[in-house]
Each structure stands twice: as structure tokens, then as C-alpha cells.
């Protein structure tokens, strides 16, 4: 069974960035699978930050465009997120999610769309 670990999240002052990481345990790869990155912001609801589809397609969402970056490793065992110029509203917590399904399956912002969770890694952005 997938299971996900998150990691990289810190604290970080405005203008900052931080590399976000996603691998699954038990050293399975993640080319199976699309991968979203999702953030909740205390009081707000879930939302999709990026996903990358497992042909490699990318989207984001709005607030992420030209600061944020997804990407798999060549090995296929981990999934980035290279955040640049963080916002104090960027703060939150940063899940990884999975989704199952064919190589033609387009990147997802939809946090309904993904089955397998991880855990999530803080960021807080922060002078």
C-alpha cells in the first residue's frame, strides 16, 4: 500500500524558499501515480498549489504561477516542490496526495481527485 512522507517545510522569512519532498516508504516509485501538492491555511479550506500527471504535464494554481515549481526525479521515487519568493500567504500546511490512473490523465488541482495522503509538512512565512 502507498504510503507518503512530506518533508522540507521550516519556517522562512518573506522572499525566501524552500524545497518541498515527497517520496512514498517501502522505496516503491511514484511513476505510477499523479501527484498533487495541496495547502490548507489555518481557518481555510484544502486547495491545490501544483500537481505534475505521470507524462510529466504540469499545472498551478494562480497564487503559485512563476514562484512555485513541481518535478519528479529520474528515478521516480521522489516529487519536488521548489517554492520561491514566499508569501506570508503562503503559510500552511503542505500535503502530497496520489492519485491512480493512465498516462493520459491530466495534472489535478481538485483535492477530491487524489486517494493517497500524506501527512503534511508545515511553512510558515514569516519576518
Known amino acids: 500500500q502507498l504510503q507518503l512522507v512530506e518533508s522540507g517545510g521550516g519556517l522562512v522569512q518573506p522572499g525566501g524558499s524552500l524545497r518541498l519532498s515527497c517520496a512514498a516508504l517501502?522505496?516503491?516509485?511514484?511513476?505510477?501515480?499523479?501527484i498533487g501538492w495541496l495547502r490548507q491555511a489555518p481557518g481555510k479550506e484544502r486547495e491545490g498549489v501544483s500537481s505534475?500527471?505521470?507524462?510529466?504535464?504540469?499545472t498551478y494554481a494562480d497564487s503559485a504561477k512563476g514562484r512555485f515549481t513541481i518535478s519528479r526525479d529520474n528515478a521516480k521515487t521522489t516529487v519536488y516542490l521548489q517554492m520561491n519568493s514566499l508569501k506570508p500567504e503562503d503559510t500552511g500546511v503542505y500535503y502530497c496526495?496520489?492519485?491512480?490512473?493512465?498516462?493520459?490523465?491530466?495534472?489535478?488541482?481538485?483535492?477530491?481527485?487524489?486517494?493517497?495522503w500524506g501527512q503534511g509538512t508545515q511553512v510558515t512565512v514569516s519576518s
Open positions: 505534475i500527471s505521470r507524462s510529466g504535464l504540469t
Open positions: 496526495a496520489a492519485a491512480r490512473g493512465g498516462l493520459t490523465r491530466a495534472p489535478s488541482l481538485s483535492p477530491e481527485r487524489y486517494d493517497t
Open positions: 517501502s522505496g516503491l516509485t511514484l511513476d505510477a501515480y499523479r
